[in-house]
T-cell receptor, first 113, second 110 residues
Framework: NAGVTQTPKFQVLKTGQSMTLQCAQDMNHNSMYWYRQDPGMGLRLIYYSASEGTTDKGEVPNGYNVSRLNKREFSLRLESAAPSQTSVYFC????????????FGQGTRLTVV | DAKTTQPNSMESNEEEPVHLPCNHSTISGTDYIHWYRQLPSQGPEYVIHGLTSNVNNRMASLAIAEDRKSSTLILHRATLRDAAVYYCILIPNRDDKIIFGKGTRLHILP
């Protein structure tokens, strides 16, 4: 039982390059999330998805797109990376809108140079 | 969205109890109080949550004030492994969004 798996774990991009961060969960959860965490700061919600086929903006959605490919997978795409997007990105999932615990991945450390 | 206020940092001695406070004076009746913690270089992990009554689990206890405007996370016997950032979060019932604040950085002294 792997929980929430994020790939890659580390990535260096040049300004203007694009990439997709992958997230998959094996707990049959309905809700999935993407967060970013800048050095010394708390987590900020980028996008979330309440179910397959639905996505909603969080606190800081600009510069990102997401896809809820199926119930298991929720990807985050940077179309044209900027140095301000250098951060650690966390994916999370939970059962649904009832008050259950969320499970987080180990993070993807992204550096944009 | 209702906000929470936590101290930026706290210190405690190893093997002693730790009381982490959280103020949420604008809490609404449907807001659950959740606590997560983030160990160094890891993703956050769930600790405990409650609505009105005090709650206990294997990790911690949650004491909720009678007026629900504040709560306290209690670690009964701190270990070095409990050094982390602790986040107090309000989540309305039937709401998907989980919004983190700045949290409290807990230092454990050996």
């Amino acid at each position: 039982n792997a929980g929430v798996t994020q790939t890659p774990k580390f990535q260096v991009l040049k300004t203007g390059q694009s990439m997709t961060l992958q997230c998959a969960q094996d707990m049959n959860h309905n809700s999935m999330y993407w967060y970013r965490q800048d050095p010394g700061m708390g987590l900020r919600l980028i996008y979330y998805s309440a179910s397959e086929g639905t996505t909603d903006k969080g606190e800081v959605p600009n510069g990102y797109n997401v896809s809820r490919l199926n119930k298991r997978e929720f990807s985050l795409r940077l179309e044209s990376a900027a140095p301000s997007q250098t951060s650690v990105y966390f994916c999370a999932s939970k059962w649904d809108r009832t008050n259950t615990e969320a499970f987080f991945g180990q993070g993807t450390r992204l550096t944009v140079v | 969205d209702a906000k929470t206020t936590q101290p930026n940092s706290m210190e405690s001695n190893e093997e002693e109890p730790v009381h982490l406070p959280c103020n949420h004076s604008t809490i609404s009746g449907t807001d659950y109080i959740h606590w997560y913690r983030q160990l160094p270089s890891q993703g956050p992990e769930y600790v405990i949550h409650g609505l009105t009554s005090n709650v206990n689990n294997r990790m911690a206890s949650l004491a909720i004030a009678e007026d629900r405007k504040s709560s306290t996370l209690i670690l009964h016997r701190a270990t070095l492994r409990d050094a982390a950032v602790y986040y107090c979060i309000l989540i309305p019932n039937r709401d998907d969004k989980i919004i983190f604040g700045k949290g409290t950085r807990l230092h454990i002294l050996p």
